[in-house]
C-alpha cells in the first residue's frame, strides 16, 4: 500500500472526512482491520483565508507548499490538498515537491466523463465559482461546460461556505437556499451539480434533491484510496 499524503484543515471540518473516507475505502476494498497509511499536514486555515481574501495566493501558495514538502519528507508517495478552493494555487504547490498531486477537479472530471455529463453545475466558494483555475480545467481539458449561480446567488454560496460551514454551523435555512440555486442550476440545463466545495456535503446530500449531486469530497477521496492500493 503506497502513503497519502494528505493537506487540510481549510477547513478540519471537511478534514475529517477525508479521513474516513479513506479508511473505510480501504476497508472495503482489503477487508480485515486493513486501515489506510497516511501522513496529515493539518494548516492553520486562518492566516491563509486572511491571504485569500486579500488576494496574495503567492504567500498561501508557500504555506500549502510547506506542507507538501513536510509530507515529501516523512514518506508519502503522493497528495492532496483537500479542499476545492486552494487548487488556485496547485500549480506552484506541484512543483515544490517531487511527489505527484492528485488534482480535485481531475478526480471530479473523471467521474462526470464516466456518466457521460456534458453540462455541469458548480457550486463552491467566490473564488472557486470565478476565478479560471476550475472552470477551465473541466472545460478545456475534458470538454465539459460549466454553469455558475448569477451574482447573487454566489454571495449567498460563498458566504453560508465562511460564514457557517467552515465554523462547523449547519442551518435548515441555509439548505434549503442552496437547493433552491441547485434547482436554478437545474433549469438552466446543468445535468447534475459539483459540491466544488469540500464543506457542503455537510449540508447538502443526494437524498435531498432529485438533480444528481457530485460531491469532490467523496470522489477526491476514492481517487486517493485507488491510488494507494490500485484500481
Not at 474516513?20 to 479508511?23: A, D, L, S, V
Not at 482491520?33 to 501522513?39: C, F, M, R
Not at 459540491?195 to 443526494?206: A, F, N, P, S
Given at each position: 500500500?503506497?502513503?497519502?499524503?494528505?493537506i487540510?484543515?481549510?477547513s478540519?471540518?471537511?478534514?475529517?472526512?477525508?479521513y474516513?473516507?479513506?479508511?473505510q475505502?480501504?476497508?472495503?476494498?482489503?477487508?480485515g482491520?486493513?486501515?489506510?497509511?497516511?501522513?496529515l499536514?493539518?494548516?492553520d486555515?486562518?492566516?491563509?483565508?486572511?491571504?485569500?481574501q486579500?488576494?496574495?495566493?503567492?504567500?498561501?501558495?508557500?504555506?500549502?507548499?510547506?506542507?507538501a514538502?513536510?509530507?515529501?519528507?516523512?514518506?508519502a508517495?503522493?497528495?492532496?490538498i483537500?479542499?476545492?478552493?486552494?487548487?488556485?494555487?496547485a500549480?506552484?504547490?506541484?512543483?515544490?515537491?517531487d511527489?505527484?498531486?492528485?488534482?480535485i477537479?481531475?478526480?471530479t472530471a473523471?467521474?462526470?466523463k464516466?456518466?457521460?455529463?456534458?453540462?455541469?453545475?458548480?457550486?463552491?466558494?467566490?473564488?472557486?465559482?470565478?476565478h479560471?483555475?476550475?472552470?477551465?480545467r473541466?472545460?478545456?481539458?475534458?470538454?465539459?461546460?460549466?454553469?455558475?449561480?448569477?451574482?447573487?446567488?454566489?454571495?449567498?454560496v460563498?458566504?453560508?461556505?465562511?460564514?457557517?460551514l467552515?465554523?462547523?454551523?449547519?442551518?435548515?435555512?441555509?439548505?434549503?437556499?442552496?437547493l433552491?440555486?441547485?434547482?436554478?442550476?437545474?433549469?438552466?440545463?446543468?445535468?447534475?451539480?459539483i459540491?466544488?466545495?469540500?464543506?457542503?456535503?455537510?449540508?447538502?446530500?443526494?437524498a435531498?434533491?432529485?438533480?444528481?449531486?457530485?460531491?469532490?469530497t467523496a470522489?477526491?477521496?476514492?481517487?486517493?484510496?485507488n491510488?494507494a492500493?490500485?484500481d
Open positions: 500500500m503506497k502513503t497519502i499524503g494528505l487540510g484543515g481549510m478540519w471540518e471537511s478534514t475529517q472526512f477525508y474516513r473516507h479513506i479508511n475505502g480501504v476497508k472495503k476494498r482489503l477487508g482491520l486493513h486501515s489506510a497509511q497516511l501522513l499536514y493539518s494548516v486555515f486562518e492566516p491563509i483565508e486572511a491571504l485569500q486579500a488576494g496574495d495566493w503567492d504567500a498561501a501558495a508557500e504555506i500549502i507548499s510547506s506542507a514538502r513536510s509530507l515529501e519528507a516523512g514518506g508517495d503522493f497528495f492532496l483537500c479542499t476545492n478552493t486552494m487548487h488556485r494555487v500549480e506552484a504547490v506541484a512543483q515544490s515537491v511527489i505527484p498531486l492528485l488534482h477537479a481531475d478526480a473523471e467521474v462526470l464516466a456518466e457521460k455529463i456534458n453540462r455541469i453545475g458548480l457550486l463552491g466558494t467566490a473564488f472557486t465559482m470565478e479560471a483555475f476550475y472552470r477551465d473541466l472545460t478545456d481539458a475534458y470538454g465539459i461546460e460549466v454553469v455558475v449561480p448569477d451574482t447573487r446567488d454566489r454571495k449567498i460563498h458566504d453560508i461556505i465562511y460564514q457557517e467552515c465554523l462547523g454551523a449547519v442551518k435548515p435555512a441555509s439548505k434549503d437556499k442552496y433552491q440555486i441547485i434547482d436554478k442550476l437545474a433549469l438552466q440545463g446543468a445535468e447534475g451539480v459540491l466544488g466545495c469540500t464543506e457542503i456535503c455537510l449540508l447538502v446530500e443526494q435531498d434533491t432529485p438533480v444528481r449531486l457530485f460531491d469532490t470522489i477526491h477521496a476514492n481517487q486517493a484510496v491510488a492500493i490500485g
